[in-house]
Every structure is written in C-alpha cells, then in structure tokens.
C-alpha cells in the first residue's frame, strides 16, 4: 500500500510507506549512524570515547518507528562485523565490535526498538514525549555499557559507572534536549 496516514512517526507522515521508502529511511539511519560515530571526542581516562551516535539512534528511532530503526543498527553492525571502518575511530572487526563498547552496540539495538515503541505511544510531536523516550533509550545504553565495561576491564561495576555513564551524563541531557526540541519543531514545519 502506497497511501499517506496518520503515524506517530514523523517520516512516515511525509512520505509514502513502501519497501522503496523503508529501504531508503533504513539506509539513511545506518549511514547518519556511521557518521555520528566518526564524530569523536577521546577521553583520555576511558575506552568509552564521546561521540553524537546515541543522538542519532535515538533520535532516528523517533523519527522512523523500532522496526526500521533496529534493522538500521543491525545493519550498522553488521558492516562493522564484515570489517568495515565504521565504528567510533574508524575502527572495524569483530575484535572492534567485541571490545569495550560491546555493551554500548548491544545496547543500540535494544535502544533503537524501545525508543521507536516509546515513539509509537506517546506523541514525538510534544517536547516530554521525546523526552521520555530519549531518558528511557539512555537508561538501556548506560545499564548494558556500563555492565559490559565492568566485565571487560574486570574492574567491577563501579569502574563501569565511573567510566562508561558519568562522563557522558552532560553531553547526554544536551542531546536529550536537542531531539526533544527537534521532532516537535519537525512536526509543526510539516503541518504549515
């Protein structure tokens, strides 16, 4: 079926639903995925760097719904397993994918499908509608990076705290303001 109708989610509003367009949406996710995690800030005391790729997977999931956007991570993923450079630090292999971020990859999955199911329920076209989305799809990647740091490192869960969610609380709550802004923002410019 190619008819507009009425969506929580703002792309499908806009744009016609079919395979062509869900093929396209998914691959602008995984790329605007792949350039968000190019965009890095090292942090010296940390394996975990600073980077814009839980803006942009959450805020993705919003924006197109929890299936394409976990299809688009899945595929983000798997180009980062096949080798490819696309990880934060233009790193990729499994070795990469296996590493000190696993819990944060792993986490983007689960994000990316709850987010979008958020998204799904309460409106993205208000500011707390996305907020509450944002806070929950940080929560999932904070808890599972932070438990796979631990494990990792093998220096417990107060390392992974210390290490893998204080230093990004900051950048994160600016991002969650950011996307909470930008759909409802969105949403109006599409009404007029």
Avoid: C, H
Wanted: aromatic share 12%; net charge positive; glycine share 10%.
């Amino acid at each position: 079926m190619t008819t507009l109708s009425a969506s929580p989610f703002i792309v499908d509003s806009i744009w016609q639903r079919t395979r062509t367009s869900a093929f396209i949406q998914i691959s602008v996710l995984t790329t605007i995925t792949i350039l968000s995690a190019q965009v890095v800030i090292p942090l010296p005391f940390t394996p975990i760097p600073l980077t814009m790729q839980t803006f942009a997977i959450l805020f993705g999931a919003a924006a197109i719904g929890p299936y394409k956007s976990l299809i688009a991570q899945v595929a983000y993923i798997s180009l980062a397993a096949i080798g490819l450079p696309v990880l934060a630090g233009d790193k990729g292999g499994i070795e990469a994918i296996l590493g000190a971020t696993a819990g944060y990859l792993l986490a983007f999955l689960v994000a990316s499908f709850v987010v979008g199911k958020i998204a799904s329920k309460y409106s993205t076209k208000k500011f707390y509608g996305v907020l509450v989305g944002y806070l929950v799809g940080s929560l999932i990647i904070y808890t599972l990076g932070a438990t796979w740091l631990a494990f990792y490192t093998g220096k417990g869960f107060a390392y992974g705290l210390m290490n893998g969610v204080l230093p990004f609380l900051i950048g994160d709550a600016l991002k969650a303001a950011l996307a909470a802004s930008l759909l409802p923002i969105s949403w109006r410019l599409v009404k007029k």
